[in-house]
């Protein structure tokens, strides 16, 4: 699978960003999308995934009110968006698939190149 982020930028705190992921070359491993992100100094967190063919979606603690993961097989994509986002929420935030619902990097098969979101106080 090939997996390509976009959306990254610079937002205000209180605002609104919308990450996507085109997805391409879907394999029987890749049943599940997911959004990761990296802080500088931080292990890589998982933020939200989202079963492919089911849409059964799953959130960290911190991404549950805030946050929503979507996809949308016709297109190919997977999204993420970011309302309220908070300076803490600054990384570079990454989509991966993984072949069953993860909570950590470990489980994820394949990444695409991370997209970065900066949140200004």
């Known amino acids: 699978v090939q997996l390509q982020a976009s959306g990254g930028g610079l937002v205000q705190a209180g605002g609104s960003l919308s990450l996507s992921c085109a997805v391409s070359?879907?394999?029987?491993?890749?049943?599940?999308m997911n959004w990761f992100r990296q802080a500088p100094g931080k292990e890589r967190e998982f933020v939200a995934g989202?079963?492919?063919?089911?849409?059964?979606?799953r959130y960290a603690d911190f991404a549950k009110d805030r946050f929503t993961v979507s996809r949308d097989s016709a297109k190919m994509t997977v999204y993420l968006q970011m309302n309220s986002p908070k300076p803490e929420d600054t990384a570079v935030y990454f989509c991966a698939s993984s072949a069953r619902p993860v909570s950590t990097a470990a489980g994820a098969v394949s990444w695409g190149q991370g997209t970065q979101v900066t949140v200004s106080s």
């Open positions: 989202v079963v492919w063919r089911e849409g059964k979606k």
């Open positions: 070359g879907l394999t029987t491993s890749d049943n599940v």
